[in-house]
Structures are given as structure tokens and as C-alpha cells.
């Protein structure tokens, strides 16, 4: 049986079953992006979910079925509970992080950002944008003083012993009414990455999680 905690079932189309979904040798992203996207979940995939222990990209698992007279919430979790997968919900922002693992470390403190006094922005959509670069548009967005680790925007030197040069990943999120520290806060969370008090009084600094 399938366990789905809806607050999943935002949008108008999520509650309505859909007469036939079927995938055909599609990557397993591919097929999450369009039942959320339906469900209207705001959703990020684990970064590291198809990432071998030396860090080169593995080849993610195609999907290919056919089912009827399902919601898209519905589908979306038996894909996931299927490829077994796992879907975790922030309480902060809503956003679902699908990773391999049943938890999540979550080690951003969302007060550190204070009072939201911004709107909700309709979209926040980036495609293969490098991380520093969407923390720095949310950062601009939110109104907040806020630096960005080298190490996060992969500016640092390389270091000893290895001098293995790090590179910032890249961002590919579509997300809905969300505020810019709301949105900031899932980046940082899902990126190992974490929020602290700056040098200076007032500001703050992202730097990654030790």
C-alpha cells in the first residue's frame, strides 16, 4: 500500500486520476519532473543520487510502464517507492528532496535569515546553472547580505595533498511560490552546504557543511 502524504496535492491537476500514464525507456528524472510537475510538487532530486564514489556521473535507470486511472501524486510515489527511493518533505519550505535514503540531514537554521519580508516569487526556475550563481540571484532576491564561500562557488585555490580542483555543481530546479529565503534555504540544505554569522555584524556567510 501506498503511503501518500499529500501535501503533495497542490494544484488543481493533481486530484484528478489521469486515464493512462505510460513511459517508454524513459530516464527515471525525466519521468519524476513530468508527475511532479502534474502533482504540483516542488521537488528537488538528491545531487549525489547517481554519482559513483569517485564522483563521475552514473548512467540513471530508464522506466518504462503503463498504468491507468491514477493521480499524479499517486504515480509519482510508486515510481519512487518502485526504484526504491524516498521522498522527504521540509517543513520550511515544502519542497520534497527524492534521494536513496529515508532521512535527510538538515543543518540550515532558517531563523538565522530572519523575518521574510519578501513576496513569494510565482517561479524560480534554473537549468544547469552553476550553485554559486543561484545562491547569489536568491541572495539578490531576498535583499540579504550575504557571502558565498569560495569553496561553494568553487573559487577556491586547489589545496594540498591531492590539489584536486573543486567545481561548483549545477543547479536544475523548477520550483513554485516559494520566497527567496525559503528557496535559499533548501539550496543550502541540499547541497551540504550551511549558514552561519559573517565576520561582520549583520551578515551572513554559506560555506559548506563540515
Not at 98 to 105: A, D, H, Q, R
Not at 158 to 170: A, I, Q, R, V, Y
Request: hydrophobic letters at 45%; proline letters at 8%.
Amino acid at each position: 500500500m501506498l503511503s501518500l502524504c499529500l501535501p503533495w496535492a497542490v494544484r488543481g491537476q493533481s486530484a484528478d486520476n489521469i486515464p493512462v500514464i505510460q513511459f517508454r525507456t524513459v530516464p527515471i528524472t525525466m519521468a519524476i519532473e513530468n508527475l511532479a510537475h502534474l502533482a504540483g510538487v516542488n521537488y528537488l532530486v538528491d545531487p549525489k543520487l547517481f554519482l559513483a564514489a569517485d564522483g563521475t556521473r552514473q548512467p540513471e535507470p530508464s522506466l518504462t510502464i503503463h498504468w491507468e486511472n491514477l493521480t499524479a501524486a499517486s504515480a509519482l510515489a510508486r515510481v519512487l517507492k518502485e526504484n526504491h527511493l524516498f521522498a522527504v518533505t521540509n517543513d520550511f519550505t515544502r519542497v520534497v528532496f527524492i534521494s536513496g535514503k529515508p532521512t535527510v540531514t538538515r543543518t540550515v537554521d532558517a531563523k538565522l535569515l530572519g523575518g521574510d519580508t519578501n513576496g513569494v516569487i510565482s517561479t524560480i526556475k534554473f537549468m544547469d546553472v552553476p550553485l554559486g550563481e543561484a545562491l547569489k540571484s536568491m541572495i539578490n532576491n531576498a535583499h540579504m547580505s550575504v557571502q558565498l564561500d569560495p569553496h561553494v562557488t568553487g573559487e577556491a585555490p586547489p589545496e594540498p595533498p591531492d590539489f584536486k580542483l573543486e567545481l561548483s555543481p549545477t543547479v536544475s530546479v523548477s520550483w513554485h511560490d516559494l520566497t527567496a529565503r525559503q528557496a535559499l534555504v533548501e539550496l543550502c540544505n541540499d547541497y551540504g552546504l550551511t549558514i552561519v554569522k559573517g565576520a561582520a555584524p549583520d551578515t551572513l556567510e554559506i560555506k559548506p557543511r563540515k
